[in-house]
């Protein structure tokens, strides 16, 4: 059973602050996604990385997935308040249409 | 831009009672989930469907079927409600094309079991 583990699972920051989470696996995927969930409401597509070593900008996100495509990192500049809520990742394997979600982080940033 | 409305945002029902939780999917996409959210551990996938009157089981089937009549609607059923079962239930329809493919949620459905 392929899964994904994010780290940390919380984390609270003042407005300014840059931050980093992390998606790890043991098992390979052949593309990673990012998703952000507001309360109220469904996930959202941030972003998807296919080649290893990849790494993809989306304003003041940065997003990387590993040499070996079994891990990613997302990490935002000068986060805002906007940027509050659940970030998940999820791994497809073999290029199929279903995917592990990892359990998220949750994000809070103050004002 | 791809729809998925889930018509159901919040539910409470009993022990026992049977469930219905609808979603419908506006752009023709053959590909649809049903995903069940709870802190901790993420979304955890129920069933799925490649086409009408197709479904397969994900990693969490035990209590629950599910019903594709028609291509844009795909109906999660609970038979017989149970407390472990509260949870937030998410639908999904996929896009797909070259590279990766993406899902599209709805803004699920918060079911209460008392």
């Known amino acids: 059973t392929q899964l994904l583990e994010q780290s940390p699972q919380f984390l609270s920051i003042q407005e300014g602050e840059n931050l980093t989470v992390y998606c790890n696996s043991s098992?390979?995927?052949?593309?990673l996604q990012w998703y952000r969930q507001e309360p109220g409401e469904g996930p959202v597509l941030l972003v998807t990385v296919v080649t290893g070593g990849e790494v993809k900008k989306l304003k003041r996100l940065t997003f990387q997935f590993g040499d070996a495509r079994k891990d990613s990192s997302l990490h935002i500049t000068a986060a805002q308040p906007g940027d509050t809520g659940l970030y998940l990742c999820a791994g497809a394997a073999n290029y199929g249409q279903n995917f592990v979600f990892g359990p998220g982080t949750r994000l809070s940033v103050l004002p | 831009d791809v729809k998925v409305t889930q018509s159901s945002r919040y539910l409470v029902k009993r022990t026992g009672e049977k469930v219905f939780l609808e979603c419908v999917q506006d752009m023709d996409h053959e590909n649809m989930f049903w995903y069940r959210q709870d802190p901790g551990l993420g979304l955890r996938l129920i069933y799925f469907?490649?086409?009408?009157?197709?479904?397969e089981k994900g990693d969490i089937p035990e209590g629950y079927s599910v019903s594709r009549e028609k291509k844009e609607r795909f109906s999660l059923i609970l038979e017989s409600a149970s407390t472990n079962q509260t949870s937030m239930y998410l639908c999904?329809?996929?896009?797909?094309?070259?590279?990766?493919?993406?899902?599209?949620f709805g803004a699920g459905s918060r079911l209460t079991v008392l």
């Open positions: 469907s490649y086409d009408v009157k197709m479904k």
């Open positions: 098992s390979v995927f052949s593309s």
């Open positions: 999904a329809s996929i896009e797909t094309g070259t590279g990766a493919n993406v899902l599209t």
